[in-house]
């Protein structure tokens, strides 16, 4: 089994920045695949940005420019740098590993950008 540990979202005024942060443990040897979805109030749950074991990277292109992801494979830790936030970033935001075949969640952190 995989737990996954979440932890900087919070409240944020538009423009700001936040620093996301994804903690995985278990019975793992390597992960494959670790990203961010992300799931605004009425809306389904979208893919934010993912990155593999070797560092490359794909984004959503609402965030393009404006987030970056990064993973420690030593730590089993994938980041999300958020710069230039929007109040339409306003979601929760859930990380994800793949360490083979299934996919493994986080419990989801909230990020609310102010106007």
């Known amino acids: 089994q995989v737990q996954l540990v979440e932890s900087g979202g919070g409240l944020v005024q538009a423009g700001g920045s936040l620093r996301l942060s994804c903690a995985a443990s278990?019975?793992?040897?390597?992960?494959?695949?670790m990203g961010w979805y992300r799931q605004a109030p009425g809306k389904q749950r979208d893919l934010v940005a993912r990155?593999?074991?070797?560092?490359?990277?794909s984004y959503a292109d609402s965030v393009k420019g404006r987030f970056t992801i990064s993973r420690d494979n030593a730590k089993n830790t994938v980041y999300l740098q958020m710069n230039s936030l929007k109040p339409e970033d306003t979601a929760v935001y859930y990380c994800y590993v793949i360490p083979s075949i299934d996919v493994f969640w986080g419990q989801g952190t909230q990020v609310t950008v102010s106007s």
């Open positions: 990155i593999t074991t070797g560092g490359s990277t």
């Open positions: 278990g019975t793992i040897f390597s992960i494959r695949v």
